[in-house]
Nanobody, 122 residues
Framework: QVQLVESGGGLVQPGGSLRLSCEAS????????MAWYRQAPGKQRELVAA???????NYADSVKGRFTISRDNAKNTVSLQMNSLKPEDTAVYYC????????????????WGQGTQVTVSS
């Protein structure tokens, strides 16, 4: 009923920047939180950054000061501006909407995007 589509991944040199975008579509009634997770090879998926519809944000310690999450509530989009990228930022990045309410259904649903690869390498 709801789809999350990420874009903006790619290959970048250390110290460079990338901007990831995620657009949610479908019968969305409300979407409080939207977040970015990442998963590197052989590692668990980890939270990178999250933002609520009310404007609160939180970041993993490893990306504070380098990454910025932003939302457009009206368009159900979330972006992640990544600056000063490091090789250890290499991972598949996933968009997540963990508490989505769809039209006509009072339950909360947790949706994930398909992921976009970010590779930081010289």
């Amino acid at each position: 009923q709801v789809q999350l589509v990420e874009s903006g991944g790619g290959l970048v040199q250390p110290g460079g920047s990338l901007r990831l975008s995620c657009e949610a579509s479908g019968r969305i009634f409300s979407m409080n939180a939207m977040a970015w997770y990442r998963q590197a090879p052989g590692k668990q998926r980890e939270l990178v950054a999250a933002a609520t519809s009310g404007g609160r944000t939180n970041y993993a310690d490893s990306v504070k000061g380098r990454f910025t999450i932003s939302r457009d509530n009206a368009k159900n989009t979330v972006s992640l501006q990544m600056n000063s990228l490091k090789p250890e930022d290499t991972a598949v990045y996933y968009c997540n909407a963990p508490d989505t309410v769809v039209v006509g259904d009072p339950k909360y649903y947790n949706y994930w995007g398909q992921g976009t690869q970010v590779t930081v390498s010289s």
